[in-house]
């Protein structure tokens, strides 16, 4: 495993090296809102052949997830959905159930390439006027109830392992739920994420109690 800088964030990976006949047969890349998946060019270019996958995300713990589920023969949806359900666990400041995102998946056996756009989605009862209207707040657009949308990263992971996968969604949610019940440590990012938002919290009346509870 290695970490490799990108920005001002740092970025978990890691490769499996085997026989070349096991090299993978479905590769797949994922833009998620709101996170990006990227890497800074390096200073001396270098070429690397990985002969079974490589895995790179926002956390050590989902890359950790996504290895796991292709270790078990798993195909590249069903470790990005691992990924993703992990991350939400392991860093919510990037990825959640309450978010979205797209997905571009290239099937090499058939040359395929299929695109799917599960970002969120404004909810039904949406107006063009919902944040202009009198009496409404000047940030209600991106504090409470009304920044709200419909999230759209269950459907999508769900999709993505229906279509493109040859594992369970039960076998490919095992390791963020054993994530979730084992805990995880908080990262300098979530406890930052979270202090920025601690002073709306405290405003609202609804999670006001929850998170002087859990300040205190």
């Known amino acids: 495993a290695r970490r490799m800088s990108v920005g001002s964030r740092e970025y978990a990976s890691r490769a499996r090296m085997g026989p070349v006949h096991r090299a993978p047969r479905l590769l797949a890349f994922f ?3 709101p996170l990006c998946f990227g890497l800074r060019a390096a200073e001396e270019p270098t070429s690397i052949r990985y ?6 995300t926002d956390h050590a713990l ?3 997830a996504a290895e796991q589920i292709l270790a078990a023969g798993g195909s590249a949806a069903d470790a990005a959905g691992a990924a993703m359900l992990a991350l939400g666990v392991a860093g919510p400041g ?8 797209f997905a571009l998946y290239y099937r090499a056996s058939d040359e395929s390439v299929t695109f799917l756009d599960f970002r969120e989605t404004a ?3 949406a107006t063009p006027d919902m944040f202009t209207r009198p009496g409404v707040a000047e940030n209600a657009s991106q504090v409470g109830g009304l ?6 990263e269950p459907a999508g992971i769900a999709e993505l ?8 969604l039960a076998q490919v949610a095992a390791p963020a739920i054993a ?5 995880v440590p908080v990262t300098p990012y979530v406890r930052e994420q979270a202090r920025l938002v601690s002073t709306d919290l405290a405003r609202d009346r609804v999670l006001r109690p929850w998170a002087s509870t859990r300040a205190s």
């Open 161 to 168: 392992v229906s279509r493109f996968g040859r594992r369970t």
């Open 31 to 33: 833009l998620l809102a």
């Open 62 to 64: 989902a890359t950790a």
């Open 147 to 152: 920044a709200s949308g419909v999230p759209g």
């Open 51 to 56: 002969s079974e996958f490589a895995v790179s």
């Open 179 to 183: 994530l979730a019940r084992r805990g």
């Open 94 to 101: 990037s990825s959640g159930f309450g978010g979205g995102g």
């Open 123 to 125: 909810p039904g009862a």
